[in-house]
Nanobody, 127 residues
Framework: VQLQAYGGGSVQAGGSLRLSCEVSGISMAVYDYYAYGWFRQAPGKEREGVSSISSNDGSTYYADSVKGRFTISKDTGKNTVYLQMNSLKPEDTAVYYC??????????????????WGQGTKVTVSS
């Protein structure tokens, strides 16, 4: 499986961005992979789980810091996972990564549970 994240950029605080993660090598409709997630890493900080979505029933999970502002979704026909980010804050500045896992884990915001990662896309939010 390969994942390619894109859609990052520079925005002012309060703005919006939509990140996309194209998945190739597998069909998201087959549910071989258990979940898809978005993670981020800011300079000098540890990687943080942002949001995840399960493959079979579409259950979604969010870090407290992004609840109510970010929305994760998936389009199995396009084999793509999205992260809509609204009301962006300077503290959202980070490199964002998409990942997937075939592990049937309950820790869907724990990056250690994810088996395959894409390259990051940088998001910069200015005040």
């Amino acid at each position: 499986v390969q994942l390619q994240a894109y859609g990052g950029g520079s925005v002012q605080a309060g703005g919006s961005l939509r990140l996309s993660c194209e998945v190739s090598g597998i069909s998201m409709a087959v549910y071989d992979y258990y979940a898809y997630g978005w993670f981020r890493q800011a300079p000098g900080k540890e990687r943080e789980g942002v949001s995840s979505i399960s493959s079979n029933d579409g259950s979604t999970y969010y870090a407290d810091s992004v609840k109510g502002r970010f929305t994760i979704s998936k389009d199995t026909g396009k084999n793509t996972v999205y992260l809509q980010m609204n009301s962006l804050k300077p503290e959202d500045t980070a490199v964002y990564y998409c990942a997937t896992t075939y592990i049937a884990t309950t820790e869907l915001l724990n990056g250690a549970e994810y088996t395959d990662w894409g390259q990051g896309t940088k998001v910069t939010v200015s005040s």
